[in-house]
């Protein structure tokens, strides 16, 4: 018995080493189609270390990263072959999307002061392949009410895609300290910092609040904002590393990548590096084990209230990640979660999937929870009218609040990459601020015609990419700003 037990664990290793191989040999001949690698996406720039984050302050950062977009210049955008000197390159200094022709690049870490003496500070940190520009809107609404906010580019972020090909979230975090550190140093010890987090941004600002609880010496924040959290990822990403095996050989070193696109979107990658999966997966898994340590050691009472916008329709996080790992968790701390549903209306009820229209069921677990819920739905199946279902803690009773927005019967569902933006965002809004130019206009993007014709991502142009609700979110996050309101300044670095 013993004997063929051994003999058939020896088959099922080899079938398996069999259709390892078989598996990596596909992925190997399927990088090979296509388009060579481009200067961007084999030019890797000089990023400060972890340990150098560490060791400088602020200015140290911005001039390390001066020296950062001066590299790109020289070595990127300066040796472009005549081929890629094309008007939707944002690399090209010549295309409308060039960063380096706007007013201001935001692209690059940036500070807003408030006229006055701040009464307290906001640390800002985008998503995975995003840049600050994605909480722009949000930095302004704090530093209206006399915060200072300091908006955190994250290494390997806002210069090429190929700088996510090395990146390491320990970097990330080092940043993430370092903005923190900023912040306590221009308020004092004693004002409010707030921290607001927009997908993997969500992740560093859980990641370093659960970091205060066991290291005294870093600046505890009061009050996390969290859009879209990167708290748990898709289980291809566990394993998005062996994807990239068959780059080791050079020959196939478009393995290292599971997106090739062109750079249209002056402040966004649309390429995407297996390196940026793997990162993302061992950030939110130290997370989720931080989380189960700390709930067993009982050291979760003193987190911050957690204030979390999240659509129940996510193709890029777990938002059953979201309510499991993180807000099962927390203590009656005045945390809430806000969810914005599918489109119910008539429109699409028969084209939704079942598992689209039961998403919400599934989140919001029955009876009462320790934290406030917000469901931002239809009023009725097939009525466009909108309501907030709010459910305080403790209670299992909703209330009904009428909302004067309704939901657009062109959308189905929100997406994760709408909810930090408004409808009038010059560059990815429904209705664009037609007072500030980026070179394109994404979120009116509507194409129709033959595939292969457009340089689009058709994927990316199908998914809404700013918030019909946005109007809302921006009230909640003032609700929870102290009220100190102050005239606009000027943005300084």
């Not at 992925?27 to 270390?49: C, F, I, K, M, N």
């Not at 979230?169 to 010890?189: D, F, S």
């Not at 209230?305 to 059953?320: C, G, H, K, M, R």
């Not at 609040?401 to 409808?423: K, Q, V």
Request: cysteine-free; hydrophobic content about 40%.
């Amino acid at each position: 018995m013993l004997r063929a037990l051994i003999k058939l664990g020896k088959w099922t290793a080899i079938v398996l080493l069999v259709f390892l191989v078989s598996l990596l040999g596909i992925r190997a001949w399927d990088s090979q189609q296509g388009d060579p690698l481009a200067l961007w996406q084999t030019y890797v720039p000089h990023e400060l270390t972890a340990a150098e984050i560490d060791a400088t302050d602020w200015q140290g950062y911005l001039a390390a990263e001066d020296r950062l977009f001066d590299e790109v210049r020289t070595q990127v955008s300066d040796k472009l072959p005549s081929s890629e000197r094309v008007a939707t390159n944002r690399y090209f200094e010549g295309a409308p999307m060039y960063p380096g022709h706007f007013a201001h690049d935001w692209n690059r870490s940036y500070v807003l002061e408030p006229k006055g003496k701040p009464v307290g500070a906001v640390v800002l940190i985008h998503g995975l392949t995003d840049s600050p520009y994605s909480l722009r809107d949000i930095a302004e609404l704090y530093r209206d009410h006399g915060f200072v906010a300091i908006g955190l580019r994250v290494p390997g972020h806002g210069t090429v895609p190929a700088a996510l090909t090395e990146a390491q979230w320990p970097t990330w975090m080092a940043a993430t300290r370092l903005a923190m550190r900023e912040a306590r140093r221009r308020v004092g010890a004693q004002a409010p910092i707030h921290m607001v987090g927009y997908s993997n941004g969500g992740a560093l600002s859980l990641k370093y609040t659960l970091d205060t609880r066991d290291q005294n010496e870093l600046t505890r924040p009061t009050q996390l904002v969290l859009l879209s959290p990167m708290i748990g990822v898709t289980r291809f990403a566990r394993f998005a590393g062996l994807a990239g095996l068959p780059a080791i050989l050079p020959s196939f070193a478009k393995a290292a990548w599971l997106d090739l696109l062109p750079e249209y979107n002056p402040f966004k990658y649309n390429s995407f590096p297996v390196n940026a999966a793997r990162q993302t997966y061992l950030l939110t898994d130290a997370i989720r084990n931080q989380l189960q340590s700390l709930d067993r050691e009982q050291k979760l009472a003193g987190m911050p209230p957690i204030l979390t916008f999240q659509s129940v329709i996510d193709d890029t996080v777990s938002a059953p990640a979201v309510m499991r790992t993180l807000f099962a968790r927390l203590p009656a701390n005045g945390s809430e979660i806000v969810l914005f549903d599918v489109n119910r209306n008539h429109r699409f009820d028969s084209l939704l999937r079942a598992s689209s229209l039961q998403a919400l069921q599934h989140l919001l677990p029955p009876g009462p929870q320790r934290f406030r819920s917000t469901v931002i739905a239809n009023a009725a199946a097939n009525d466009s009218h909108m309501v907030a279902r709010t459910t305080e803690a403790g209670h299992d009773q909703a209330t009904v609040t009428p909302l004067s927005i309704e939901y657009p019967d062109d959308i189905f569902s929100l997406s994760h990459i709408a909810l930090p933006f408004p409808p009038n965002d010059p560059l990815y809004g429904t209705q664009p601020d037609m007072s500030e130019d980026f070179g394109v206009r994404l979120g009116t993007q509507a194409p129709r015609g033959e595939r292969g014709a457009l340089i689009l991502n058709l994927d990316a142009v199908l998914r809404i990419s700013s918030n019909p609700f946005y109007p809302y979110v921006r009230e909640r996050i003032e609700e929870i700003i102290p009220a100190t309101p102050t005239a606009t300044a000027q943005q300084v670095h």
